[in-house]
């Protein structure tokens, strides 16, 4: 599988995936490429670049990839150099049950945004919510350093599909619900939120739920110079 990265500030474009025995061909000038793994499952699933030209990635592994496996399928985030694709910093984060990186930021200081959902207990004290909670992390982008963590769910499965950070440092992440995260009642089976986290401290600033009586999905969030904000909504049926 493979899934198309992003542009660095020269324009050249990042190219993340994950093989299951057999190579892809890539129609471009290879500038650089590192593979790196466990001997278990590992998946790359997003990537940020940042102002300076380095790449930060993250993603899942049933293995001990950088730390040891807390229990089941961990996320971890990796930095290496835009230069060359040398190692900077690798952490992994878990719990005992199953935990998803899907999306990955950094903002204008460096420091690295990471999101994704649970099935345990990862910035919380008691376990998830509702079966599947969505959480957010912030490190430092030189050495990945923990600054802060935060997990949120309603009482029902709660995903996280993307994450964006504007120019002031405020976080935003969107994902669905069957449950009624920012609402009294849920519209339909699936709906979709969307919500304003600190960048300090991880605190929700707002949040808002729409729905219909159909499933809905949104993939993506971004934000614009005027840290207005954008997602996606596709009905499925």
Known sequence: HRKPLGFDIRDKCWLLGWMDGEAYRVRWLLLLGVQFGTALHDDAIAIAVDSGGDVVLTGSTKGDLHGSNAGDKDSWISKRSGSDGSFIWGVQIGTIAEDYAVGVAVDYSGDVYTAGYTL?????????????????????????????????????????????????????????????????????????????LSGA???????????NSLSNYVSSVAVDSNNDVYTNRIHLW
Do not use: C, H, M
Request: net charge negative; no cysteine; hydrophobic share 35%.
């Open 120 to 196: 345990g207990s990862l910035y919380a004290t008691l376990r998830s919510a509702g079966n599947r909670d969505f959480w957010v992390t912030k490190r430092n982008g030189s050495d990945g350093a923990f600054l802060w963590g935060v997990q949120y769910g309603s009482l029902n499965p709660d995903a996280l599909t993307g994450i964006a950070v504007d120019s002031s440092g405020s976080v935003y992440t969107v994902g669905t619900t069957t449950g009624s995260l920012y609402v009294t009642t849920a519209a339909g089976d699936d709906d979709i939120w969307l919500n304003k």
């Open 201 to 211: 401290d991880g605190l929700l600033l707002w949040g808002v739920q729409e729905g």
